[in-house]
Nanobody, 123 residues
Framework: QVQLVESGGGLVQAGGSLRLSCAAS????????MGWFRQGPGKEREFVAA????????YYADSVKGRFTISRDNAKNTVYLQINTLKPEDTAVYYC????????????????WGQGTQVTVSS
C-alpha cells in the first residue's frame, strides 16, 4: 500500500513557476514508478510526466516538454514536478500516482493516487 499526498499548488500568473511535491507513505516507495497527471475543467485526466523507480528514466507529454521536470528523492519518499513558464492552459488539478508496472503513460496502469493539488494560472 502506498498513500500519496500532493502539495505546492496555487494561483500564479502566466510565465511563473511552481514546484509540486508528492509525499508517499510506506517503506517501499523506492520500488514504485511515479507519474503526474492533470485534469483541467471539463477535460479528461491526462498524462503529464513519469519517472522510473530509480530515477534513471523520465517521460513527458509533448505539451509540457521543456517546461516541466519530474524528479524524485527516494530518501525523502517524495516525487516533484517543477513547472516553469506556466500557461493558462496548465490550469488543472494535478495528481501524482504510483505503479510497479512498466508502462507509465496511461492512467489505467497506476494503482495508487493522491487527492490532487489545484494549479490555477491567470493570464
Amino acid at each position: 500500500q502506498v498513500q500519496l499526498v500532493e502539495s505546492g499548488g496555487g494561483l500564479v500568473q502566466a510565465g511563473g513557476s511552481l514546484r509540486l511535491s508528492c509525499a508517499a507513505s510506506g517503506r517501499t516507495f523506492s520500488s514504485y514508478n511515479m507519474g503526474w497527471f492533470r485534469q483541467g475543467p471539463g477535460k479528461e485526466r491526462e498524462f503529464v510526466a513519469a519517472i522510473r523507480w530509480s530515477g534513471s528514466s523520465t517521460y513527458y507529454a509533448d505539451s509540457v516538454k521543456g517546461r516541466f521536470t519530474i524528479s524524485r528523492d527516494n530518501a525523502k519518499n517524495t516525487v516533484y514536478l517543477q513547472i516553469n513558464t506556466l500557461k493558462p492552459e496548465d490550469t488543472a488539478v494535478y495528481y501524482c500516482a504510483a505503479t510497479q508496472r512498466a508502462y507509465l503513460l496511461g492512467r489505467q496502469t497506476y494503482d495508487y493516487w493522491g487527492q490532487g493539488t489545484q494549479v490555477t494560472v491567470s493570464s
